[in-house]
């Protein structure tokens, strides 16, 4: 492992589809050049989908109590699966 | 993390940070903005293992430069106390976890003014899959003033709390290697400016 990453994986559980994860995407989305904010780090997960994120503040924070939060261990359990890898 | 720059020629890593004073960034993109984004010709540089080094690591200009072996990089910790230290039987044990492997423990030496030379000496005797060395390319601008003093100071407009000392440029001591680096709880922690638990995060 060169970087720290967490692994993702949508279920398919709860008649749940197809998952946005706003917050762990976009930061600078105004103006000037791109930044390294702006790749790699906004997702989407269809049911059945594998990912890999690079384990950032926001990564952490979501798993924490955000939307990753929500679908892994709050209102909708199960929906996806969390792993640091 | 350590980023070496096995060119003849300076590299400017562009998205680790653009360094523009007064851009409003975290504490942490700061530290790296007071550090350095030049890793100097077949030199290297040790920068805080912020978002912004993770995803430069995994998909920006860093990755770039692996991938065409300009740069090559190391997983590094670095310590933010300069000695020379006071250490006695209180505060004289450093441990460290490479990977998954034992936890490695080194006594320091005591006295009332250990410097730095004497610890890296100290654990490199028996360190197993990393080097130790002190820091010379961490804080290395000519503006980084560090905060000497935390308590409440009386100013002409009202109160304030820290007091900037002189310019820290080195010093201080970097842990560094090919494998994941973790803090252990060692007393001298505190000491030297670690923190138990603590790991490298990319390299």
């Known amino acids: 492992m060169a970087v720290q990453k967490v692994q993702v994986t949508h279920n398919g559980t709860n008649s749940v589809g197809q998952l946005y994860l706003a917050d762990v995407g976009r930061r600078n989305s105004l103006g000037g050049g791109v930044s390294i904010y702006e790749y790699g780090q906004d997702q989407y997960l269809n049911p059945g989908d594998t990912i890999e994120l690079v384990a950032t503040s926001q990564v952490l924070l979501s798993i924490d109590r955000g939307i990753l939060y929500t679908f892994s261990s709050g209102n909708y359990a199960g929906t996806l699966s969390i792993s640091f890898v | ?203």
Not at chain 2, 39 to 45: E, K, R, S, T, W
Not at chain 2, 92 to 98: A, G, L, M
């Open chain 2, 1 to 203: 993390m350590r980023i070496t720059n096995t060119t003849s020629k300076d590299i400017t890593i562009h998205d680790i940070d653009r360094g523009n004073a007064g851009e409003q960034k975290g504490i942490h993109e700061f530290w790296n903005a007071k550090a350095d984004s030049v890793v100097p010709a077949n030199g290297y540089i040790d920068v805080l293992d912020s978002d912004r080094v993770m995803l430069s690591t995994e998909l920006g200009h860093i990755k770039k430069g692996k991938d065409t072996t300009l740069l090559t990089t190391k997983y590094s910790i670095t310590g933010r106390e300069v000695g020379p230290f006071i250490l006695d039987g209180t505060n004289n044990i450093f441990k460290v976890q490479i990977g998954t492997s034992a936890v490695q423990s080194f006594t320091l030496p005591t006295g009332t003014s250990v410097t730095m030379a004497d610890i890296v000496s100290t654990i490199t005797i028996s360190a197993t899959g990393f080097e130790v060395e002190e820091s010379d390319r961490f804080f290395r601008t000519s503006f980084m003033e560090n905060i000497t003093d935390y308590s409440e100071i009386d100013g002409d407009l009202g109160k304030g709390y820290g007091q900037r000392g002189a310019s820290v440029l080195s010093g201080f001591l970097v842990c560094f290697g090919d494998d994941i680096i973790t803090i252990g709880d060692g007393n001298a922690n505190a000491t030297l400016g670690f923190t138990e638990g603590d790991f490298t995060k990319c390299k």
